[in-house]
């Protein structure tokens, strides 16, 4: 379900806390849909009945939404049964968890399997991802529960036993073992992260490796590799980094199609070893191969150094006890290094530290995580193609502080690794959402700009290239590229490619030595010169014309209300022509009334109305000045403009809720709005500044305080 604006910014702000109180740690992780499985467990096994999940339900809802949804053949005749209902004996791992414990079934996503055949050979890691301490017969009530990185946080996500099955077979992901289910369950916890099982339908084996690790990941196009590769792979996979792999189907309509060699197209293999070995001919020269597995658990390889080539009997029998062969129809095989490079064309690898391939010592590498969002209107301003939108972009200012140790040939600078990650798509797939194509740009910020937090400009923009920037704008969830750059101060500006596409990311800085990343956020205040009545002397013509109409309309008490309000300013600004308006509404008069009512009666005498005549002949000029071409209404995307020249200085959360509150269909805020919006501004700012006593930027309110505020504003 979408958020409304006030929903959205609610559930951020509960976010946020949940943050400062430790939350969404390895070892705090946030609970999934508010689930605790220790608290489940325990009510179940109290009840002596098995836990069924209300919020992924055994129905075809939770299957899916096109080909797996209502309409579809397909889930007819699919029945949810639980492991005992399904076989003898089930057990949760047998004989620990393998890689030979994943084949996939009727389900498009190799690409996960294939980075949960990966996740096995690193039991640390397996083990955070799948809790150990779960079975069928100890403790069981039907419940268990896995552990994802989501967008910067670790998630737990709860899960009951029920598992698609057709015939009394599982229809997807299931184990080489008959009686072992962790890596059905581990594929429902994620379908259920994700909102349905046909949300898992196609994706990047990076994808979900980052899901596992929290990691960040690296493409190697093959034939742009570097000579080093297969030295980067040795070591990537000895540092406990997940690997992955595929050939480009050139032809969409043969997606997944099975060559002469055994290989498939369009389809994720894992990387599971590097080895170098001496065949009896070759006794000065060192063989390298590569060890892979196709998810499916069967289909495999079968030319040189294939489970039955000729090449192994080459080898002695410690050799090939030290290289685990064996012939067994079980997805995984050898092929020689050079062959590999031959045959596939992307390499994934994913780092558990992001130096793991070029730097011989461990270091811990700093980290620093920003969550965005890119608002329609207000701050989702496309690439450097669109000049007058770009700039309104969120921006992030990063400072490279220590240069590298012992830097590549003889290069000064500092590496980091920036990672862009778009969120939720998948998830909101059902609702027609795709991939974005996005993509970042990194500006050297100017010497005499360093330590100034503002936003930067437009003109900076127009004026200043792009230092280093991502590859190529790309429709992946995440676009990750690194680079080596001066110590210095620099703006990272995340964007879509289009502007006013809407969605939300996290901005991601992975360096070798110290440097911090942050959002760029003014700060947020105001000033309020309430400008000097004029005095009976002063007065223009406008002003004389002005007091004849309040006096009419107010009467002898001299006093008006909302609605006198609406009559007096509609008759005074029907005269400003350019201005293009149908006039205030009556709620932005009683607005207005609430703004400048000092002696609480709901209405204004001519005093209280004359200072706010002159507020707003402020706003109309500038509304005026932004109004270039006459059209009665300025761009959302000026509006940050205008509001700070209108006295207030806000931040990019606080630009995007006025977009949402006041801008049209069109993006456009007329100067009903553009008066209600800075309004609204001036009355919680006088009314926040009323409250702050000492001045520290925080108040208490009591509930009755609040909505006395809110409901008058």
């Not at 799948?130 to 946080?153: A, K, L, N, T």
């Not at 062969?325 to 530290?353: R, V």
């Not at 440097?515 to 205040?525: F, G, L, P, Q, Y």
Request: with cysteine; glycine share 6%; proline share 3%.
């Amino acid at each position: 379900m979408p958020y409304t604006p006030s929903g959205f910014f609610c559930d951020r702000l509960i976010r946020e806390r949940e943050r400062r109180d430790g939350e969404g740690s390895l070892n705090k992780p946030i609970r999934f849909n508010g689930q605790d499985y220790n608290v489940l467990r325990q009510e179940y096994l109290q009840r002596k009945s098995l836990f069924e999940d209300d919020s992924f339900p055994a129905t075809v809802e939770s299957l899916g939404f096109k080909e797996l949804g209502h309409k579809s053949n397909k889930v007819k005749n699919i029945v949810w049964k639980r492991p005992k209902e399904i076989c003898e004996n089930p057990q949760f791992i047998v004989g620990g968890a393998s890689r030979t414990d994943i084949c996939q079934g009727d389900l498009g996503d190799c690409w996960l399997l294939a980075a949960i055949a990966c996740l096995t050979l690193n039991e640390k890691l397996l083990y955070r991802v799948v809790p150990q301490e779960q079975s069928f017969s100890e403790g069981y009530g039907g419940i268990f529960h896995f552990q994802f990185w989501r967008y910067g946080d670790w998630v737990d996500v709860v899960i009951d036993d029920r598992i698609p099955t057709f015939n009394n077979q599982l229809v997807f992901t299931k184990s080489a073992e008959r009686n072992e289910f962790w890596s059905a369950l581990l594929e429902k916890a994620y379908a259920k992260l994700h909102g349905s099982y046909e949300a898992l339908k196609g994706g990047n084996t990076t994808e979900a490796m980052e899901d596992f690790t929290g990691g960040v990941t690296e493409f190697y196009e093959m034939k742009e590799a570097p000579k080093e590769l297969y030295k980067i792979m040795k070591k990537a996979l000895e540092r406990g980094s997940l690997m992955g792999c595929s050939i480009d189907s050139l032809v969409p309509a043969r997606f997944e199609t099975r060559t002469v060699t055994g290989l498939v197209k369009g389809h994720a293999y894992s990387v599971t070893a590097v080895e170098e070995c001496r065949p009896s001919q070759h006794k000065d020269a060192k063989v390298r191969l590569v060890r892979l597995r196709n998810p499916w658990g069967q289909v495999e390889w079968n030319g040189p150094w294939s489970d039955n080539s000729k090449e192994w009997a080459t080898l002695s029998k410690a050799e090939k006890e030290k290289l685990q062969h064996q012939s067994a129809e079980d997805g995984e095989f050898w092929m020689s290094f050079e062959d590999f490079k031959k045959n596939y064309t992307k390499i994934e690898i994913c780092n558990l530290t992001p130096d793991a391939l070029e730097d011989d010592k461990i270091h811990k590498w700093t980290v620093s995580v920003n969550e965005g969002r890119w608002v329609r209107g207000c701050s989702a301003g496309g690439c450097r193609n669109y000049p007058d939108t770009f700039w309104t972009n969120p921006q992030y200012r990063l400072r490279l502080l220590e240069e590298d140790d012992d830097p590549e040939d003889n290069e000064v600078g500092c590496t980091f690794v920036v990672a862009l990650m778009q969120k939720n798509r998948r998830k909101e797939r059902k609702m027609g959402a795709n991939l974005f194509t996005i993509g970042f740009a990194i500006y050297e910020v100017p010497k005499e700009m360093h330590g100034n937090k503002q936003h930067m400009q437009k003109d900076f923009f127009l004026f200043s290239s792009s230092k280093a920037r991502c590859k190529s704008y790309i429709n992946l969830r995440e676009v990750t590229q690194r680079f080596r750059l001066s110590p210095g101060e620099y703006v990272i500006v995340p964007s879509t490619y289009e502007p006013h596409q809407e969605g939300e990311f996290i901005l991601r800085v992975f360096s070798e030595k110290r440097n911090t990343s942050e959002e760029i956020e003014n700060r947020i205040e105001a000033d309020h010169p309430v400008p000097a009545p004029a005095s009976a002397g002063e007065e223009s013509e406008e002003d004389q014309q002005f007091r004849t109409i309040f006096q009419e309309i107010a009467g002898d008490d001299m006093e008006i209300t909302a609605n006198e309000l609406k009559n007096v300013l509609n008759r005074v600004i029907t005269k400003h022509k350019d201005l293009n308006t149908e006039g205030f509404s009556l709620e932005s008069c009683r607005s207005m009334i609430a703004l400048m009512d000092m002696d609480g009666t709901g209405r204004l005498n001519l005093q209280e109305f004359r200072h706010l005549w002159n507020k707003i002949k402020q706003w109309q000029g500038i509304f005026k000045h932004y109004n270039a071409d006459q059209s009665g209404s300025i761009n959302s995307y000026e509006m940050r403009n205008a509001v700070n020249d209108a006295g207030f200085r806000l931040n990019n959360q606080l630009y995007d809720i006025i977009t949402m509150r006041y801008a049209n269909e069109n993006m456009n805020i007329d100067f009903d709005s553009f008066i209600s919006c800075l309004v609204r501004l001036e009355a919680m700012f006088r009314a926040f500044q009323a409250f702050d006593q000492d001045g520290d930027g925080t108040i208490r309110l009591s509930v009755l305080e609040w909505l006395q505020l809110t409901m008058y504003a």
